[in-house]
Each structure stands twice: as C-alpha cells, then as structure tokens.
C-alpha cells in the first residue's frame, strides 16, 4: 500500500459541476489508471451554509455517465452507499487536530465578531490598504475567551502564521514556489459551528487517507503555503501538487456560461457522447506531445504524464467539441448509434427529444433502419430530434408552411405537377425501394426538364414538413407508399386552398 499512487477528487457540494471540476476528476482518473493506483471520491461538504444535495447527486452522476469509477481506499470503509468518502462524517477528528494544533502552539482560539471583521475591512479600504486579518485574536487571553463563550459569541480556532520567513514547495508542473509568509494572515482552520474549513480539513484527510498526489485548479497556488505550514506544524509529509492550468473562454476571460459552456448533465442532456467529452475535456491542458487529438480512454491512459500537462491556461472551444462528437458519432457502429438515439430521443418533449405525442418506447428497427442515413450529419444526438421526428409521427400530425413550397420562380401549378407525377410513380411503382424510386424520379426530371431539386424539393416537404431532411428516397422507403401517398394527396389539398 505504502507506494502505491492514491489519489482523489474532493469536490463541494455547493453547485452543479462544472467542466472545470470534472477536468480534474478526468486527470485524477487517468493518471490513477496510468499508474495503477486508486481513485477515491471525497465529498467535501464542510461548508454546511452553502450545501446542496442535488450537487451532491450531481456529482455521482456526472462521474458515472463520464465512466470515471472511483474505488475504497483498501482497508478504509467509505462513508456512504455511494462509495465516497464524506467530511461531515469525520468532523471529530479535525476538531481533535485544530485542538492539537492550539496546545502545541501552532493555532489559537479567536473570538473578534463578524462586526468587528467587517469594520477592520472598512478601516483598510480606507486606508487604501489589502483587506487582510490583523491577528489580533494573538493577544486575546483565555480569560477572555472563556468570558465571550459563555457571552455566546462565535470563537473559531486559526493558524498562527510566522511572520517572517519565506515558504516554498514543488508544483509538479511549475517547478519551485517561493510564498513570503508576510503576506499571509493567521487564518481560520475551524469555524464557530465546529466544522473545519477547507485548508484544515483537506490536508487531515490527505494524510488520513494517504493520498500521494493532489490535482487541484490553479486558484488553489496562493494557498498552498498555508496547506505547507499546517504539514509542518503537525510534522507530517506533504502530498505531490499538481496544478492544473484555468479554463477560459475564446476571448480569454474565465470561462463561464457566456462562453457556451455548460455542466456535465447539460452537456449529456444536449446530446453528446461521454467518450467525445471526456476526450475533449483532457485535451483542455494536456496533450500527448504531438497532433493526435482523437484517442480511446484506453490509448489516453497508455499516453498520459504529468510532465504534458500545460502550465498556460486552456481556451474552451464550444465548435471544437461539438466537431469532435460528430466524430464520435460517426465512429458509433449502426447498432449503438441507433441505441444512444433511443435513449437519448425518448426523454421528454421539453427536454428538445421527440414529440410527447409520439408513443414510447421508440421502435429499434426503425431507428435502426434510418440512422445510416443521418449518422453524417449528427454533431449531437439532439439534432437528430428534428432530422427524424416526421418517421414517428402521425400523417396528420406533420405540419407543413405553405410558403417553403415557394420559390423566386416557381408557380404553384408547377409544385401541384410534381407532386401530382410523385403519386403517379408512388402509385405504380413495383418495387418500393430507394434505388427504384431514384431511377423513375430522375427519368421523370429528364422527361419533364425540370431540375431535380427543383422536382424533389416540394415532395420532400411534403412528406417530412421540412426542406431539409435525410436523404429523399431512402426516406420515402422508409415512410412506405401508404404514408407518402397520404402525406402527398394532404400537401396537395392543402395548397389547393
Ligand atoms: N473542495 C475543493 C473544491 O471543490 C477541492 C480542492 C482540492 O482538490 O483540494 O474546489
């Protein structure tokens, strides 16, 4: 156990993931994967105020659906039914820690007030000063905080910070960092309602736990020095750091909604494909060193070092994720396309999937026997909503503008003549097949001179309702001769009215 790489996503509860988060947890999973060591989950929830369960939930379903599995720690039992590790759970041991930390002289009991804080921020905006704690809570005697315990007034515990002096450690990526302690003010390790916060908290549990390398976002660097004083104030080793670089968007401002970017359970409910994000999602920061861009989990994994990692902030392309689920897509054989259609497609109406009035469950063979032909043109499985919904629905229900029949040059007699000469083939043709159906469509566009767009534009709107859907006469196939007969003579009396 003692080498063995360990390392851990330790997300909060407080939202939905984001991108970001869950680029981290991709890293966290790969490199556990490339190193055969173990990938644990903790959920980082001592922050009660601004806890959410549905973030909570989020974050199973976000690593599930991404396939990054997480592990026990051998010989540590998890907290929950979820396999994950919780830190509201082990509440007693950081507040037996910050106890030790006060009795080695390491921390201190506080009791300034909120009030008093936010005046001493005033005094220093003011002064044109940085907001920073003065340590005043040094100076306060036990006496007196006994006498504002017993007043009921809020006392935390902080670090007490040496005031000269320098800090440095490794970041895996960015070499040596050098911290003037100077700049740090004694901060908070446990709060008044007895909960650690996250400085404290995340470096008990990484030694506890013994987790050998910690990926973290590049806004955790300023503070790691206090991360370093509390290792060595309770004289215990400190974990690899590995600093991911930011995510931005185009115009280099940090990356937000505005940019396009979405949770990992929107990005899955928009339509794409879980191998396209995650492939996506770890080239935001690493590369295997040459132009390769399309990889497996399992060719990511034989690739993947730390030393690719990038230390410039990654630029999130929306464009470039939706190419490369195309990509994705198109690699899906027939078989699982048309699955992750049906699963996808079924969802409800307002989720952007099919009609509600369209009967679920959704015919597989049916899928099965269209998805060839829109397989092409899919960036997403959403945009297969609108290239398939007129297969599902009823004849009636196919609705159709008048207006798209029309062109600059066209007249309605000539529509009504097309339309009239596509029942008359519908009508005798033998054989209904796609390849048939070509051959006598395109004779009759000779026959009549007539381009073949312009022939075939108002018997596809007629049958689908729109002027652009999968490829004529395979749909026509598909649709069968009684459908397009019944959707043809009702384009037919429509325009007549
Ligand atoms: N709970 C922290 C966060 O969600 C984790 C940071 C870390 O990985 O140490 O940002």
């Not at 220093?124 to 809570?137: I, K, T």
């Not at 359970?265 to 040459?290: C, H, I, K, M, T």
């Not at 566009?445 to 596809?460: M, V, W, Y």
Request: proline residues 5%.
């Amino acid at each position: 156990m003692k080498n063995e790489i360990l390392v851990r996503y330790a997300p909060s509860p407080t939202g939905i993931p984001h991108i970001g988060n869950i680029r981290t947890a991709i890293f966290d999973w790969i490199y556990s994967k490339s190193n055969h060591g173990n990938f644990i989950l903790r959920i980082e929830d001592t922050d009660q105020s601004r806890y959410d369960p549905k973030s909570e939930t989020a974050i199973y379903e976000s690593l599930e659906w991404l396939g990054l599995s997480w592990n026990e720690i051998p010989g540590k039992k998890p907290d929950t039914l979820k396999k994950s590790y919780v830190q509201s759970k082990r509440k007693k041991l950081y507040i037996q820690i910050a106890q030790e930390l006060v009795n080695s002289g390491n921390a201190y009991y506080d009791d300034t007030t909120p009030e008093e804080l936010i005046s001493l921020r005033k005094k220093q905006q003011e002064l044109g000063l940085p907001p920073r704690y003065d340590n005043r809570g040094r100076y306060r005697t036990k006496e007196d905080i006994d006498k504002s315990k017993s007043n009921g007034l809020p006392i935390v515990i902080r670090f007490k910070v040496p005031q000269n002096g320098s800090i440095k450690f490794t970041d895996e990526i960015r070499g040596k960092i050098n911290f003037n302690l100077s700049e740090i003010e004694d901060f908070v390790i446990l709060k008044s309602d007895g909960m650690p916060t996250y400085h404290l908290a995340h470096v008990v549990d990484d030694k506890d736990m013994g987790i050998t390398h910690v990926f973290r976002g590049e806004e955790w660097i300023s503070s790691t020095p206090k991360h370093l004083l509390i290792h060595q104030a309770l004289n215990i080793s400190t974990p690899k750091y590995i600093h991911v670089p930011l995510i931005l968007g185009k115009d280099k401002s940090k990356l937000s909604k505005r940019h396009g970017a979405k949770s990992v359970l929107e990005y899955r409910d928009q339509g794409y494909l879980p191998e396209a994000l995650f492939n996506y999602l770890v080239l935001l920061g690493w590369s295997p060193g040459n132009d390769e861009e399309i990889m497996s989990k399992s060719d990511i994994i034989k690739k993947f070092s730390i030393e690719k990692i990038s230390e410039s902030p990654a630029v999130f392309d929306q464009e470039k994720l939706e190419w490369m689920n195309g990509i994705y897509i198109r690699k899906l054989s027939i078989d699982k396309l048309s699955k992750a259609l049906i699963s996808y497609l079924e969802k409800p109406e307002i989720d952007g999937c099919l009609p509600d009035q369209i009967k679920r469950p959704i015919n597989y063979s049916q899928v099965k026997s269209i998805a060839p032909f829109i397989q092409e043109r899919l960036k997403t499985l959403k945009d297969s909503t609108e290239m398939l919904d007129f297969f599902f629905l009823a004849d009636e229900d196919i609705k159709i503008n008048k207006d798209d029949y029309f062109t600059k040059s066209n007249q309605i007699k000539d529509i009504l003549k097309s339309l009239n000469e596509a029942l008359n083939i519908i009508n005798k043709i033998k054989k209904f097949k796609s390849d048939e159906l070509e051959l006598l469509f395109r004779t009759l566009s000779k026959e009549l001179n007539i381009k073949p767009g312009i022939l075939f534009t108002p018997i596809r709107i007629s049958v689908t309702g729109k002027k652009i859907a999968p490829p004529l006469f395979e749909t026509l196939e598909i649709l069968g001769r009684k459908r397009c007969l019944s959707r043809i003579n009702k384009a037919i009396k429509l325009l007549k009215e």
